[in-house]
């Protein structure tokens, strides 16, 4: 050992030497290391999703949707985009926004827009909600726009969805508004480019309910309050961090877990405290 050590030292002292073994033996060794690194973290992953896919059919077999505003609502699979299906499943999916989505369930918009859709939660739970809107979903995720069309045929409202892939400012204005509108937003950090000073006036008599990402860049919220103050004021919901959830909410379907495992099921794996702007017209706006 001690002969390969002395090697070893010699061969690094020696730049020419060095840089054949580090293109190759080196090299070979890391990317071996990676590989099985990656195999070992699929292979944990692969168990994970199905324990867990175990829970979420073990209280909701047929993957309705057991609580809070789109109670009732059925996935067509176990699948969710950028997000956790176990708390949609349950129903405590963004509770933080149960009471302002219970505000908005009672109004009768005729057009909603959910730019960032996802799988379809809240365009298909809107619709399904507010039988007078048309539903207009957008995402760049081609498997996300799938799942919102296979969704919206299992819950009978494709008829009122139309699907598209990037929303910009072009694409809001574009929208053939008739009365009154709601615009959601879970864009990742883009709504400080979307929704812009040209596009408040377009949107004065619309309301907004728009997750801001100042983690992304800590101007987004300000901003987008600051180009919109004109026309509409702001109500400021936070989430709450995902440990907090385990412990205090209580649904029946999870009595028989641990805590850790409610954790599990709750998570929604945030990166911090965020933060959702929902935006109504200023009184004499929306009565013009």
């Avoid at 809070?68 to 956790?84: A, L, Q, W």
């Avoid at 760049?140 to 009978?156: E, T, V, W």
């Avoid at 850790?260 to 911090?272: A, C, I, N, Q, S």
Wanted: charged share 30%; proline share 3%; net charge negative.
């Amino acid at each position: 050992m001690l002969l390969v050590k002395k090697i070893i030292s010699k061969i690094v002292q020696n730049d020419i030497a060095w840089s054949v073994i580090d293109a190759t033996v080196v090299r070979l060794s890391n990317f071996v290391l990676y590989e099985k690194k990656r195999k070992s973290d699929e292979k944990k992953r692969d168990i994970d999703n199905s324990e867990l896919e175990k829970k979420i059919k073990s209280f909701s077999p047929n993957l309705t949707v057991l609580h809070g505003s789109f109670k009732g609502m059925r996935y067509p699979e176990v699948k969710s985009i950028g997000s956790s299906l176990a708390p949609k499943i349950i129903g405590s999916y963004e509770r933080e926004l149960h009471q302002v989505l219970e505000q908005i369930c009672l109004k009768e918009y005729s057009e909603i827009v959910d730019v960032g859709c996802a799988e379809g939660y809240y365009a298909v739970g809107l619709a399904m909600r507010i039988p007078t809107a048309k539903i207009f979903a957008y995402d760049i995720n081609n498997d996300a726009i799938y799942l919102c069309k296979q969704m919206a045929h299992l819950n009978n409202v494709e008829d009122r969805l139309v699907t598209g892939s990037f929303c910009d400012v072009n694409t809001l204005k574009s929208i053939p508004y008739t009365k009154k509108a709601l615009i959601i937003s879970d864009c990742e950090g883009y709504e400080k480019n979307l929704f812009t000073e040209e596009l408040a006036p377009v949107l004065a008599s619309h309301d907004l309910l728009i997750e801001v990402h100042d983690y992304i860049d800590i101007e987004i919220s300000s901003e987008i309050r600051r180009k919109f103050k004109d026309t509409h004021s702001v109500t400021t919901i936070q989430s709450i961090d995902d440990i907090t959830k385990a412990h205090i909410y209580d649904y029946e379907e999870l009595k028989e877990y641990s805590l850790e495992d409610k954790k599990t099921l709750l998570k929604e794996d945030r990166p911090h405290i965020m933060e959702w702007l929902y935006m109504t017209p200023h009184s004499n706006l929306a009565l013009g």
